[in-house]
């Protein structure tokens, strides 16, 4: 059978890597404290992760978050479900609504799948805790860059990107 | 103004480096010490955590420094030379760059800056060596990150048995001779004087 992964370009290439990032505002009704808030973002790393590997991902790069809220901020994050789950931060009091930036970085599915399993862990894990979950701003990303490449072929890569930016800041007249 | 890069797989701990780092590099305001982080998205994660420190960082986003916004971090480099012109810029690429690719963007934002390099710093999660070295999975990119390495830190060694390590660092010696390999905990400071070590003394 052939490998759904290899056989088209467009997802796994050389390394296989993609990526999904977003940004969400999640409300709950009633104030939630840091203990509560920690293990909310633990628990969607580590769902995320699961979710990514059961959809067939060979690797997990990262599961990584940003806690931002008026009482402070916090990060939570995983490199892979056997690992655990890893946060940090405080909150200076008990807050009702939070802004949280996502970044999933997995190898080896597409990166609708890897956004597909970052949204289900967010919405499941908060959804079932009672929060609501606004999306704000996301990307996707996928790596289809040949590291192989010859040094010469990379400056000439480089190069042209320059000529690319220079133009685009300094346009004629 | 050198340029050091702190490079490695995802997840290996470099923004917890990069951060420490930073500290020790400074001092009490000996030395200007200037951050490039680099993450592939337009969401950013490690951007944020590092500017909550007060620290002055670059954050660039929407693409990798090594390849696809190369030029974006060599003219980041530049500006920063004629702007800020810090002793030390501590770089940390996305976790699927390949250093020898940020060496050569380095250089092209250094022509016309007095820059050096430092070493180019690979860190290898200690807790995930199979992970990591699996040729049907990761093992091509991460092996070509060893080998480009000038400096591999074998990161969270305070997470793994002495007999585990062991089998992690021969394998990175078979793949990289040449590197001066060290054990690294950011957690309880372990390497963390020999890397500054590096970065202050290190010519190329």
């Known amino acids: 059978m052939t490998d759904p992964l290899t056989a088209e370009k467009g997802c796994y290439t050389e390394h296989g890597v993609s990526g999904y990032g977003v940004a969400v505002k999640v409300s709950h009704p009633t104030p939630l404290d840091e203990t509560q808030i920690k293990n909310l973002a633990e628990t969607m790393m580590l769902s995320i992760a699961n979710k990514c590997m059961a959809r067939g991902a060979r690797c997990i790069g990262h599961i990584k978050s940003h806690i931002m809220s008026e009482a402070g901020t916090m990060k939570a994050d995983t490199i892979g479900v056997s690992h655990g789950a890893y946060s940090s931060g405080h909150l200076s009091h008990p807050v009702a609504e939070l802004y949280m930036a996502v970044n999933s970085i997995v190898q080896g599915i597409r990166e609708e799948e890897v956004k597909a399993a970052t949204l289900e862990g967010i919405h499941e894990i908060a959804e079932g805790r009672g929060l609501t979950v606004d999306k704000e701003k996301e990307h996707t990303y996928f790596d289809e860059f040949d590291f192989t490449a010859s040094k010469q072929d990379f400056i000439k890569q480089l190069e042209e990107q320059f000529k690319d930016t220079e133009q685009e800041a300094d346009p004629e007249p | ?204």
């Not at chain 2, 050091?4 to 030395?31: D, N, P, V, W, Y």
């Not at chain 2, 089998?167 to 309880?188: M, V």
Request: proline share 4%; net charge negative.
């Open chain 2, 1 to 204: 103004m050198k340029i050091t890069q702190i490079a490695g797989f995802l997840g290996c701990g470099k923004t917890t480096l990069l951060l420490r780092l930073s500290r020790e590099l400074a001092g009490h305001g000996e030395q200007k010490v200037a951050l490039v982080v680099n993450e592939i998205g337009e969401i950013p994660v490690d951007g944020k955590i590092i500017e909550e420190t007060g620290l002055r960082v670059k954050d660039i986003g929407g693409g990798c420094i090594c390849c696809e916004v190369a030029a974006t971090f060599a003219k980041t480099i530049y500006a920063l030379y004629r702007e800020f012109n810090p002793d030390h810029v501590l770089v940390e690429p996305t976790g699927v760059a390949v250093p020898h690719q940020v060496k050569l963007a380095a250089r092209m934002g250094g022509r016309d800056a007095k820059i050096a390099l430092g070493p180019a710093i690979v860190l290898f999660d200690a807790t995930r060596p199979a992970e990591l070295l699996d040729m049907d999975a990761l093992g091509q990119l991460v092996t070509t990150q060893v080998k480009d390495a000038n400096v591999v830190a074998v990161s969270k060694v305070d997470a793994v048995d002495p007999g585990t390590l062991d089998g992690t660092e021969s394998k990175i010696k078979e793949l990289n001779p040449d590197a001066e390999l060290l054990r690294l905990s950011t957690f309880s400071g372990e390497g963390v004087d020999r890397v500054k070590e590096l970065i202050m003394t290190w010519k190329e």
